[in-house]
């Protein structure tokens, strides 16, 4: 790839959790000793791998890191107050800091 070319990994290769991996037990557990929620949680970040020579990569690449987790969120988490087809997209900015927008039971 070029120096400006960004790899996307297909959907195929990026982790995903199922919500439905989780023992509900779990999950009635932990909200009633701690108050958590679980959520399934995707994460994109842009990272840069450096030149390896050693693999035919002579200069730096960009590449998209990407997975959607199940995570056990607190009270005090954006996510945690989402129900049903509600959904929310948060943006880590350097000058702003993050930014969220949530959409409150769209229409599908």
């Not at 020579?53 to 607190?74: A, D």
Request: aromatic share 4%; net charge negative.
């Amino acid at each position: 790839p070029e120096d400006h070319d960004v790899i996307v990994p297909s959907l195929e290769a990026i982790p995903r959790d199922s919500i439905r991996q989780i023992d509900p037990e779990l999950i009635c557990k932990e909200f009633r000793t701690s108050r958590k929620k679980v959520r399934s949680v995707a994460s994109a970040e842009l990272i840069v791998l450096p030149s390896d020579p050693t693999i035919g990569r002579h200069h730096p690449v960009k590449t998209w890191k990407m997975s959607v987790q199940n995570e056990f969120l607190s009270q005090s988490d954006p996510l945690y107050n989402l129900n049903g087809s509600s959904a929310s997209v948060q943006f880590s900015t350097d000058v702003m800091g993050p930014i969220s927008v949530v959409s409150q039971d769209p229409a599908l």
